[in-house]
């Protein structure tokens, strides 16, 4: 019987239903950005620290879904110094369109990404982060990709899912990094009746739902 959790980026994509082939073509191209974003890390003052990056094998999976979904709006909560966005940017920018809608409540988030175009960053009231999230939702319309990876405590995740899920355009991708840190992803994929794919990265469980 085969793991539950996926062990490479690869196999998760395959087992969320993209053919080998199209993702393999992404590998090379993902070479290059890495490349920046070595380059970036090395230009950069970090604020965070480092372990609050997503990890490798999440990395191109952000990379992949992006480019073979074409999303044209991407949420995700938790931006730190900012890897998973200069990731999602990358893919958006090769994609030729999209925009991120990324959500932190720290301030000197994001020092990864210079200014960019397809960029909207909102720092939240940290005293009250979930209020400020729901009325940006509340603007945004329906949403392509959802990446949670901010508040990992059973009800910070648990509100985000919650709120998004409605708001997700059919046939988007749903996901959330940390999924092992509380029982919250597998109690809302239970409810919804959604039988999810998850990646066991080195430290970290991520969980991804395709619509
Ligand atoms: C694990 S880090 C995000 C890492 C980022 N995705 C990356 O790849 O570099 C978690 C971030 O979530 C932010 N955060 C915590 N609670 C939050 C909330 N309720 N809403 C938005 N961001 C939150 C923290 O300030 C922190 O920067």
Known sequence: MSSPFATSSQV?????GWSAADIAILVDEYKEIQERLTRQ???TTLALPLRFGVERETGFFLYAATRLTK??????????????????LAALERNGGGLLHSFDIN???????????QWHLKISDPTAPELSFIQSLLKLGKVDFFFHDS???YLGQLLEYDFVWPRMRAGGLF????????KAFLDFCRRHAQRPEFLFDSRKITGALRI
């Open 41 to 43: 890390y090395k230009s």
């Open 71 to 88: 999303p044209q709006k991407v949420v995700e909560t938790g931006v730190a110094d900012g890897r998973s966005s200069f990731i999602f």
């Open 107 to 117: 301030s000197k988030a994001g020092g990864l990404v210079r200014a960019h175009d």
């Open 175 to 182: 996901a959330s990094d940390d999924v092992d840190v509380s």
């Open 12 to 16: 998760f994509l395959e087992r969320l």
């Open 151 to 153: 508040d990992h405590r």
